[in-house]
């Protein structure tokens, strides 16, 4: 390091997978750190280990008592402090908004170094609209739980994101064929390790793929947005009629044109013949 890290709290993204997808930017920072807060010591260890580097490991999580808080919290006042989560972008479906919200309540710095995250990765591999999307985090694993949430999802006019666990995976594909009918979804499963993939379909045929070869790994669901309503079939005739009884014709195109988002001139042209 050639400049010492400032004092403050540094959220750190983590490979979700594949141990090459770490920023240079990260290791710099476990190498300039006091500490670095972590969900699995394990886990972190190993990825330390893998990157040659030796660091003051803290257990924690939003369970983690006051007192692991406020030692963190107290030191990020003082030095540089790392959070990570197991894997991925800390805080997203991981610990760390208690520690990051007090922390900045009490005026500590925090910054957030990007890196992988599976709801983005899914996002982009699976060729379903990107412009507009809503993470969801984790369905709930009891079925009508899970069902009122998809009531409460299907509505919202963008992608959804959510995440998946291998042994729910089907359950979830079935409640979401019966309550977001007609959706593309993707499965994308296992993201930057030797079997990833991303199969998209009906929730049906995804379904009926995954009862059959039982998946394995961490999965992401994306699904697209809901479809556009069909376009309604007016009475345009009995429209303009009804319309004429007191308009004149360019009038009554005009009111059918508004309330039925119909071409006022080819409105107008009909109401004509109709006269
Ligand atoms: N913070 C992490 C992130 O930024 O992606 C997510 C943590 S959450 C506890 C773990 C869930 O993320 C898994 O159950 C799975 O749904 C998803 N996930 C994580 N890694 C994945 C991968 N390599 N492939 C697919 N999904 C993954």
Do not use: W
Request: with cysteine.
């Amino acid at each position: 390091m050639d400049t010492p890290l400032s004092p403050g709290l540094y959220i750190v993204a983590t490979p979700i997978g594949n141990l090459g997808d770490i920023t240079l930017r990260a290791i710099e920072t476990f190498r300039g750190v006091s500490a670095i807060a972590c969900e699995d010591t394990r886990v972190t260890g190993k990825l330390l280990n893998h990157l040659g580097i030796k660091q003051k490991l803290v257990r924690y999580d939003d369970h983690a008592s006051e007192e692991t808080r406020e030692h963190l919290l107290r030191l990020a006042s003082e030095q540089a402090v790392a959070l990570v989560s197991d894997a991925g972008t800390p805080l997203i479906s991981d610990p760390g908004f208690k520690l990051v919200r007090l922390a900045r309540e009490r005026g500590i710095p925090v910054t957030s170094l990007p890196g992988a995250s599976a709801a983005i990765m899914a996002v982009t591999l699976s060729g379903i609209a990107s412009d507009r999307f809503l993470f969801a985090g984790f369905l709930p694993s009891k079925d009508k739980a899970r069902r009122d949430a998809l009531r409460e999802l299907a509505a919202i006019p963008a992608t959804l994101v959510l995440y998946e666990t291998a042994p729910r995976l089907v359950d979830a594909l079935h409640a979401i064929g019966d309550l977001l009918p007609g959706r593309e979804v993707a499965v994308a499963r296992e993201l930057t390790k030797k079997f990833e993939e991303c199969r998209n379909g009906s929730a049906a045929e995804l379904a009926a793929h995954y009862g059959a070869h039982p998946p394995k790994g961490e999965i992401v669901l994306v699904i697209a947005p809901p479809l556009p309503p069909e376009p309604e079939d007016h009475d345009i005739d009995a429209l303009l009629r009804q319309a004429m009884v007191d308009a004149k014709p360019s009038q009554a195109a005009a009111q059918v044109a508004k309330a039925t988002g119909l071409d006022r001139k080819m409105l107008y042209a009909r109401a004509m013949e109709l006269k």
